[in-house]
C-alpha cells in the first residue's frame, strides 16, 4: 500500500447524499485509477485519468463523478445517481501503459469502505 | 476484448504442500499478465507480472507463475505454502493494444496448519 493513501477507511452515507472519498499519491505516477470491489465481482473500472486535467469513463461510471486537477489527487465522488453504492472502493496509480515503460504495474492504495444507511 | 477466469472460487492446501492457483485469459494482442494478493480489508499488493521472455516468472513472498501460451494460462505457484498465504489472489490481464486492466474474480487461498 505505500505511496497511495486513501481516506477516509470507513465512510457511512445517507441516502440522497453526495460522498466524496480522497485518495492521493507520491509515486510520482501520471495515471490514476478508481475501482469498485464487490463480493464475488473482482474489480471493477469507474473511471481513470492518464494525465492532470484529463480522464475517462470506465465499465460503471454511472453515478460517479471524478477531477485531476493535480498529478497526485484523484478524488471519486459517490453522487445520490449511485444507486447501490455500498462497496468497497480501490484507488490505483502507474505510470501510464502508453508510456512504453515495463514499470506498468498498477499500485493500490489502502481501500475505503462506504456504507449505505 | 481482454477477459480473465479464475475457474476456482476457493483453494483449499495444507501447509507445506505445493499450491496452484489457476488463471487463463483471453486477448487479441499480446498478453500482459498479473498477479495481485489481498489480505481483509486491505488494497491488492502486487505479486508478479509477465510482460515478456522467460514463461516462469518469480516474485514476492516465493510466488511463481508460468506462463503457457497455448494453454492461454498463467497459473500461480508456490512449492510449499504458509498458513500466512491464506488470502484472497487476483489475476489480470492487459492487452498490449488496450489500457485498461481486466481483473479475475479473485480465488480465495485457504491455508490449513
Known amino acids: 500500500d505505500g505511496g497511495i493513501t486513501q481516506s477516509p477507511k470507513y465512510l457511512f452515507r445517507k441516502e440522497g447524499q453526495n460522498v466524496t472519498l480522497s485518495c492521493e499519491q507520491n509515486?510520482?505516477?501520471?495515471?490514476m485509477y478508481w475501482y469498485r470491489q464487490d463480493p464475488g465481482q473482482g474489480l471493477r473500472l469507474i473511471y481513470y485519468s492518464q494525465i492532470v486535467n484529463d480522464f475517462q469513463k470506465g465499465d460503471i461510471a454511472e453515478g460517479y463523478s471524478v477531477s485531476r486537477e493535480k498529478k497526485e489527487s484523484f478524488p471519486l465522488t459517490v453522487t445520490s445517481a449511485q444507486k447501490n453504492p455500498t462497496a468497497f472502493y480501490l484507488c490505483?496509480?502507474?505510470?501510464?501503459?502508453?508510456?512504453?515503460?515495463?514499470?506498468?504495474?498498477?499500485?493500490f492504495g489502502p481501500g475505503t469502505r462506504l456504507t449505505v444507511l | 476484448a481482454q477477459s480473465v477466469a479464475q475457474p476456482e472460487d476457493q483453494v483449499n492446501v495444507a501447509e507445506g504442500n505445493p499450491l496452484t492457483v489457476k488463471c487463463t485469459y483471453s486477448?487479441?494482442?499480446?498478453?500482459?499478465l498479473f498477479w495481485y494478493v489481498q489480505y481483509p480489508n486491505r488494497g491488492l499488493q502486487f505479486l508478479l507480472k509477465y510482460i515478456t521472455g522467460d514463461n516462469l516468472v518469480k516474485g514476492s513472498y516465493g510466488f511463481e507463475a508460468e506462463f503457457n501460451k497455448s494453454q492461454t494460462s498463467f497459473h500461480l505457484k508456490k512449492p510449499s505454502a504458509l498458513v500466512s498465504d491464506s488470502a484472497l489472489y487476483f489475476c489480470a490481464v492487459r492487452d498490449s493494444h488496450f489500457q485498461k486492466l481486466v481483473f479475475g474474480t479473485g480465488t480465495r487461498l485457504l491455508v490449513s496448519p
Open positions: 490505483a496509480s502507474s505510470y501510464p501503459p502508453s508510456s512504453g515503460r515495463a514499470t506498468d504495474t498498477q499500485y
Open positions: 486477448v487479441s494482442g499480446n498478453p500482459y
Open positions: 509515486l510520482n505516477h501520471d495515471a
